[in-house]
């Protein structure tokens, strides 16, 4: 462990801030715009960040990016790189975007917040690899925070990151998951174990009765030892994703392949289009509520089939899959 | 118009049934066990014509069939035929289902239902040509009964039929629409346009600001002139699907096409994916009450893809189609 994660430890440690003993989020030392700003800040060298770890794979191609503006303040800036050599579509989007009115579909679980002005800022991604050994993954690092009529400020860290393979190596999932608990292991013992089962839970396909990969880290409601140490853990998940996944690109992206395995790929990614649009909170909310679809909406496939009744044959390299397809510990 | 839809016609007129005057279901004339035989009888048949007019398409293949049993009642058979040479895929599925309890997530809009005794009965199709120049289509025809603790029967049809178009013909639609109209015109002159304009407001893509093709027909909730007159309705629409949508197979099965109206195909079923899983109240039910996962998503093309930004040149072909995607009177 570095000294990075040593001083985040410490930090974890040492924060005096009390936490809420009934909410999962809290009140305590409120966010000022300062706030707002070196958030805005690290997510915008996060996209750059990781578009140019992209890039190092790709001989030719670059990402194409769209600015776009919300008519109800703030905008984003959507970044996709299609028909790579490694990627055959990497999309990141960064966001932020402000309201003067939460609606009351977006405040479901907190009705008091309903009505009140609010601000939220992310960086999501979606890979989809060309090679059929090389996973599928997605990453999302985001922060909410609104004004309530008491003139409180309300706030919360959310995000993660999965890993989707189709041939799955244990040596990646391990390391993948590896890196999950290293990044979490500052912030205390028990957080690896909780965002790592929320993750099996969240990305599950109750029709298919599968997870939809092998997981990772996911968590909401992030509150923990005040606004700087909350930050903190944003940041070690930001900065973790290209750890993580990096070195199973450099490893798999050349692994020889043929039709078999692309088409088992195409079939798959099925799966990845009925969780996205049938389960996905940030795809529904973000499509019902008027955000920008094309830019919620990279997240789909660049290719995909479906195929009724497929059964891989068994004992076969695709039948193996639905090992993995269950919560499991690495 | 025939000696057939005369005598429907007739017995719209004649009808001496009263009409609820407050819901659109009524306990009039309740059904017995004979009617829904009749109704499980005509619905086989109607699923065995319309795949016989699909193989007569077809020079080798024919369809797979799956019957299944459901635990908590009843059953299917679901018939898929897949990789022919006119249709890509061609899925069509026959169900008699039932339960002691109307789970309350099936009877939001009747909440007086929920915990009935309930009966399901329907055939439904989605067949994807594998010439662009074909439009997809879907034809659903639902029967629907409830037993209420005071022992009243309820009971409602519902269905329709919608066309999807990638390259539209003028022709082709004004003749679709022509049978919707000649289906509906012996039970009354507002049938028509009044399940027409359902259509187009059910199979809208709000996200899109688009609907999913040029319409056709949809209802629920039908129960007009008491059950015979409500069953005629029902097997007219079945009846009238093969005449609504043959004509067009023949016309355009074989028309010249090359890769540009294949990937602009693959690109359009990306929509029909997007409305099926995000808005379809049919499939999302179906889903997330344990109904049988493959029969419910024979519905998804067999091959599609999703291109971010994608927006047809100004002028072309492909750009034309969206003048057909709003509501329009044909």
């Given at each position: ?6 001083a985040?430890?410490d930090?974890a ?7 809420c003993p009934?909410r999962?989020?809290c009140?305590?030392m ?9 958030i805005?800040a690290y997510l915008i060298a996060?996209?750059d960040r990781i ?10 191609l670059r ?10 303040g703030g905008g984003g ?8 050599k490694?990627f055959?579509?990497?999309?990141i989007g ?6 003067n009115a939460l ?5 479901q ?5 309903a ?6 800022l ?11 050994y090389?996973?599928t993954t997605h990453m999302n690092v985001?922060y ?14 959310g995000g993660?990151?999965d890993l989707?393979?189709f041939?799955p190596?244990d040596?990646d999932i391990?390391?993948?998951h590896?890196?999950?608990?290293e990044v979490c292991?500052?912030?205390g013992?028990e ?7 929320w ?5 599950y396909l109750?029709?298919r009765?599968?997870?939809r990969?092998v997981?990772?880290?996911?968590f909401?409601?992030h509150?923990?030892g005040?606004?700087d140490n909350?930050?903190?853990f944003?940041r070690?998940?930001g900065d973790?994703?290209?750890?993580a996944?990096?070195?199973i690109?450099?490893k ?12 088992f790929?195409l079939?798959?990614?099925?799966r990845y289009v009925?969780f996205n649009l049938?389960y996905?909170?940030g795809?529904?909310f973000?499509?019902q ?5 094309e ?14 009744g497929?059964?891989p044959?068994?004992g076969s390299a695709e039948a193996?899959l639905?090992?993995y397809?269950?919560p499991?510990?690495?």
């Amino acid at each position: 462990m570095g000294a990075w994660s040593a001083a985040l430890r410490d930090l974890a440690r040492t924060s005096s801030l009390p936490r809420c003993p009934l909410r999962s989020y809290c009140t305590f030392m409120p966010p000022s715009s300062s706030n707002l700003q070196a958030i805005e800040a690290y997510l915008i060298a996060l996209q750059d960040r990781i578009c140019a770890s992209v890039e190092s794979f790709e001989p030719v191609l670059r990402f194409r990016e769209d600015a776009w503006q919300r008519p109800e303040g703030g905008g984003g800036r959507t970044r996709v790189l299609s028909g790579g050599k490694v990627f055959e579509q990497a999309g990141i989007g960064f966001s932020r975007v402000s309201g003067n009115a939460l609606p009351p579909s977006a405040s479901q679980h907190r009705p008091e917040l309903a009505g009140c002005a609010w601000s939220a800022l992310g960086v999501s991604l979606v890979f989809h690899p060309l090679n059929p050994y090389l996973p599928t993954t997605h990453m999302n690092v985001r922060y909410f925070e609104a004004q309530t009529k008491d003139g409180q400020t309300i706030w919360w860290f959310g995000g993660g990151f999965d890993l989707t393979p189709f041939y799955p190596f244990d040596e990646d999932i391990r390391h993948w998951h590896g890196v999950a608990r290293e990044v979490c292991e500052p912030f205390g013992a028990e957080v690896y174990p909780r965002y790592k089962k929320w993750c099996d839970e969240y990305f599950y396909l109750k029709h298919r009765k599968e997870t939809r990969g092998v997981g990772g880290l996911f968590f909401d409601d992030h509150v923990v030892g005040g606004f700087d140490n909350s930050f903190a853990f944003l940041r070690a998940v930001g900065d973790g994703f290209l750890r993580a996944y990096l070195p199973i690109v450099e490893k798999r992206h050349a692994t020889p392949c043929g039709e078999r395995e692309r088409e088992f790929q195409l079939y798959r990614r099925g799966r990845y289009v009925e969780f996205n649009l049938v389960y996905d909170r940030g795809t529904l909310f973000g499509l019902q509520s008027g955000g920008r679809t094309e830019s919620i909406l990279m997240s789909m496939p660049p290719r995909l089939r479906f195929e009724y009744g497929f059964t891989p044959e068994e004992g076969s390299a695709e039948a193996r899959l639905m090992d993995y397809l269950q919560p499991r510990e690495w």
